[in-house]
């Protein structure tokens, strides 16, 4: 819905000419805590497959329930990500980041008081719906106060430290499982409760991120706006006084956007920018397929094929979480420099060649618990720039108006359809006993993502170094 007013203003523009500064640097830390917290549940899980398994003090799960509780997870991550990502461009960033951390704060507390498969699966759903609601409002309020030449760097970074909290997680599984510090049947469930701690202290930092100001722009409020961006401005210029005088700020017409009408998503999806989304949609649903099936599944493989014992089971976490983390912060600003298309192409596909050539040692026992660690954190350390670059696709490729719900819908499609399947399959050929019936699971993954990089070279977007509002126009502007 639109009404009849003019709004001439030069937010976005006065948004691009600013230099990186702590304002920004404050933004990447509230926001982009949500990727340690999700790196933290996720590993935190397959850190304590064992712990759970056992029947007197942990669940008694099995590998097939493990799998299906990383199912719900996702499942609820879909679900939220769907419901909070509507309510994200309805209500507004700020609002919106506040409540998914909320629901996420109360859901991975109850988790560590689950008594059985049922109530774990349960709060596993919620807790996800949490997060899944966060990548919606986080990823838009991200991207729309980065300025373009820092914008896509900024994304990987964030994206990527989802792996410091898979380290976290990997630690405090370490911790809270070693008998001498804490009985058994207690520790496994303090691990769920260092995410609720962790939620508390997010509240309080983003108490200080204001509301997006391109949001505020184009929904009839373009005096807050203008408050908001003359308050960062001000920040900035008492320790840069200089900062963005050398660049015009040219101004943009629009008509005020008021609604959350459904045909305006659907037509920017599928009559404006259709070729995005078939792109966003193989981007993000190979990469969801191959990160789920590993990271969900792989304390299980350590423990049933390499017969790694429960409490050290972390210790093979941390190197797939540097190599991880450090893909996005090593590659990063390849993506800004070099281009989109060209580095998610070539991650994508160097991360599918390894993944079937793991795949292929494995199967016929040439690897150690080690040596398989190390070729993981080899392949993933190039997956993940790749992965992190397809949330930046979904969020920087379609109008300001619907970016919430695009990311929503890409990210649930995404995860619906590549990673919601993948933890139940593996767990399921796991636990067949047989090396070879993961082949073809390895061999599916890896082909998926060289098929994501063929995709990517046909239909890429080369938008690095440009305005938002130049890679999509709003859907409220004026000629």
Same mark, same amino acid.
């Given at each position: 819905m639109r009404d009849q007013t003019v709004i001439t203003t030069d937010v976005p523009a006065r948004l691009e000419r600013l230099p990186f500064s702590r304002f920004h640097l404050l933004i990447i830390v509230a926001l982009g805590i949500t990727w340690i917290l999700d790196g933290l549940e996720v590993t935190i899980v397959g850190s304590l497959t064992g712990a759970l398994s056992q029947h007197r003090t942990g669940l008694g799960l099995s590998n097939e329930e493990i799998g299906l509780a990383a199912s719900a997870y996702l499942v609820g991550a879909v679900l939220g990500a769907l419901f909070f990502g509507h309510?994200?461009?309805?209500?507004?960033?700020?609002?919106?980041?506040?409540?998914?951390?909320?629901?996420?704060?109360?859901?991975?507390?109850?988790?560590?008081?689950?008594?059985?498969?049922?109530?774990?699966?349960?709060?596993?759903?919620?807790?996800?719906?949490?997060?899944?609601?966060?990548?919606? $409002?986080?990823?838009?309020?991200?991207?729309?106060?980065?300025?373009?030449?820092?914008?896509?760097?900024?994304?990987?970074?964030?994206?990527?430290?989802?792996?410091?909290?898979?380290?976290?997680? $990997?630690?405090?599984?370490?911790?809270?499982?070693?008998?001498?510090?804490?009985?058994?049947?207690?520790?496994?469930?303090?691990?769920?409760?260092?995410?609720?701690?962790?939620?508390?202290?997010?509240? %309080?930092?983003? $108490?200080?991120?204001?509301?997006?100001?391109?949001?505020?722009?184009?929904?009839?409020?373009?005096?807050?706006?203008?408050?908001?961006?003359?308050?960062?401005?001000?920040?900035?210029?008492?320790?840069?006084?200089?900062?963005? $005088?050398?660049?015009?700020?040219?101004?943009?017409?629009?008509?005020?956007?008021?609604?959350?009408?459904?045909?305006?998503?659907?037509?920017?999806?599928?009559?404006?920018?259709?070729?995005? %989304?078939?792109?966003?949609?193989?981007l993000m649903a190979t990469q969801a397929f191959c990160y789920n099936a590993i990271f969900f599944t792989y304390g299980s493989i350590l423990k049933t094929f390499y017969r790694v014992p429960a409490d050290a089971i972390g210790w093979f976490m941390l190197p797939f979480a540097a190599g991880n983390f450090l893909g996005p912060l090593l590659?990063?600003?390849?993506?800004?420099?070099?281009?989109?298309?060209?580095?998610i192409g070539a991650t994508y596909a160097l991360s599918g060649v390894l993944m079937v050539f793991t795949g292929l040692l494995f199967a016929f026992a040439h690897l150690s618990a080690p040596l398989q660690t190390a070729l993981w954190t080899v392949n993933f350390f190039f997956a993940s720039a790749g992965a992190s670059a397809a949330y930046l696709t979904v969020g920087e490729s379609f109008p300001l108006e619907v970016r919430a719900r695009t990311i929503a819908v890409f990210y649930a499609f995404g995860t619906g359809i590549g990673g919601v399947a993948a933890p139940a399959l593996f767990g399921a050929l796991i636990d067949k006993g047989e090396p070879i019936e993961l082949l073809w699971g390895y061999a599916l993954g890896g082909g998926l993502m060289l098929f994501a990089a063929l995709v990517e070279a046909i239909l890429g977007v080369s938008a690095e170094r440009r305005a938002l509002e130049d890679v999509a126009p709003p859907l409220s502007r004026l000629a």
């Open positions: 309510l994200t461009d309805q209500l507004g960033r700020k609002r919106l980041f506040t409540i998914t951390v909320g629901v996420y704060l109360v859901a991975t507390i109850a988790t560590g008081f689950s008594w059985n498969f049922l109530s774990f699966a349960l709060f596993r759903a919620l807790t996800g719906a949490g997060i899944g609601g966060e990548y919606s $409002a986080i990823n838009s309020a991200i991207q729309e106060f980065m300025p373009a030449r820092y914008r896509g760097r900024v994304d990987l970074y964030v994206n990527g430290s989802y792996w410091v909290g898979a380290a976290l997680g $990997a630690v405090g599984a370490i911790v809270v499982l070693d008998p001498a510090l804490l009985p058994p049947w207690l520790g496994w469930r303090l691990a769920f409760i260092i995410g609720g701690v962790l939620a508390l202290l997010i509240i %309080t930092l983003r $108490a200080f991120v204001p509301e997006s100001p391109r949001w505020l722009m184009t929904h009839g409020r373009p005096d807050e706006a203008e408050r908001v961006v003359s308050g960062i401005e001000a920040r900035i210029a008492r320790s840069n006084p200089q900062a963005g $005088a050398d660049r015009e700020a040219a101004p943009v017409r629009l008509s005020p956007y008021t609604g959350t009408n459904i045909l305006d998503l659907v037509r920017a999806l599928f009559v404006h920018y259709p070729r995005r %989304t078939l792109l966003g949609i193989t590659l990063g600003h390849l993506f800004d420099t070099r281009g989109r298309k060209a580095m």
